[in-house]
């Protein structure tokens, strides 16, 4: 029998070990049946790996949106990032396996300089467009699809993490609901102190509170007033005086 056949990709090294991935391996069985119900697109569930949370996708039929054609696309994905600090960027070393359940054996696709991915805010998603020919998984003789079942894994290596500490992220709430909120200050001529607080109230099911400066807040504004509004994380309304 001959070897499988693969495209001669430029960065990507192929290899056969014997051992199994060390953080995660899905094995999809009535594999045929992702095409036949037009399952564009598989998610594999959420593993750990370096101290991050992690997914596979795969494309069973190429993934559409880069034009692949006749071929398998495999991805990394980083999951549940929101708390992450402002610029947070992972770098990691990926390895990804498909089991050839014949020969028990695994084959490992991965960068062929070994270079580590980086994945942040702007790109979680990292892989192969062109993981496997469609040809070559479905060949039988080559062990990779049997009694319509293939396993494949991945293995994650963090290598370095950092945080800028900088950075903006804009959430648009479709159908925001606009609410108001009355602050009545009595006496105000007579406000002595640097700053006051209203009452915390509620809006868009968030506490926050104003802050009064009656003479300004900050060098040369006083004659001025300054007002602002202050978002209340973990606190109790009644910790505010």
């Known amino acids: 029998m001959g070897s499988p056949e693969f495209d001669d990709l430029q960065g990507v090294e192929r290899m056969v070990s014997a051992t199994p991935p060390a953080q995660y391996v899905v094995k999809i069985q009535s594999y045929s049946s992702l095409s036949k119900n037009s ?16 997914k596979l996708v795969l494309y069973p039929n190429g993934n559409k949106s880069k034009n692949v054609k006749d071929h398998v696309s495999l991805y990394l994905s980083m999951v549940e990032t929101s708390s992450l600090p402002s610029g947070w960027e992972v770098h990691a070393l990926v390895r990804f396996f498909l089991r050839d359940q014949d020969k028990d054996n695994y084959l490992i696709i991965q960068d062929a300089m070994r270079k580590e991915w980086h994945f942040h805010g702007m790109k979680l998603e990292c892989g192969f467009d062109q993981f496997i020919p469609l040809k070559t998984l479905n060949d039988a003789r080559n062990g990779y699809l049997m009694d319509d079942t293939c396993v494949f894994g991945a293995e994650v290596s963090v290598t370095n993490e950092k945080s800028t500490g900088q950075g903006e992220n ?7 609901i606009s609410q108001k909120h009355v602050w009545k200050v009595d006496n105000f001529w007579k406000l002595d102190k640097e700053f006051y607080d209203s009452k915390v109230f509620m809006a868009g099911n968030y506490k926050w509170k104003i802050r009064l400066y009656p003479n300004g807040k900050g060098s040369g504004l006083e004659g001025f007033v300054s007002l602002f509004s202050s978002f209340c994380r973990h606190r109790h309304p009644s910790s505010w005086h």
């Open 39 to 54: 399952v564009g697109k598989y998610e594999s569930g959420v593993f750990q790996a370096g101290g991050y949370k992690w």
């Open 170 to 176: 804009l959430l648009m709430i479709k159908g925001a």
